[in-house]
């Protein structure tokens, strides 16, 4: 495993139709050449769980109340 630290990422959200012989076809803003990591994900009630939780923010939990009564 390695300890790389990674910048944060952009999430493009693509909605495609599989056509003819598993072929899905889009265009993406990166140039000619660029590595990408690519996941597909069935588009299903489990499926929108998942990115309703990769969308959420931490910001909920970074408030001084919260840390003041959590750390007495």
């Known amino acids: 495993m390695s300890n790389e630290i990674h910048p944060p ?5 693509f909605e495609v139709t599989v056509q003819e012989h598993g072929v ?3 265009s993406i803003p990166f140039s000619p050449g ?3 990591a690519v ?4 588009e299903n009630d489990a499926a929108a769980d998942l990115i309703a939780a ?4 931490l910001d909920f939990w970074d408030n001084s109340f919260d840390d ?3 750390n007495d």
């Open 34 to 36: 660029a590595k990408l």
């Open 68 to 70: 003041e009564d959590w």
């Open 9 to 13: 990422q952009t999430a493009l959200k």
């Open 54 to 57: 990769s969308q959420s923010t």
């Open 39 to 42: 996941y597909v994900v069935e």
């Open 24 to 26: 899905v076809e889009f």
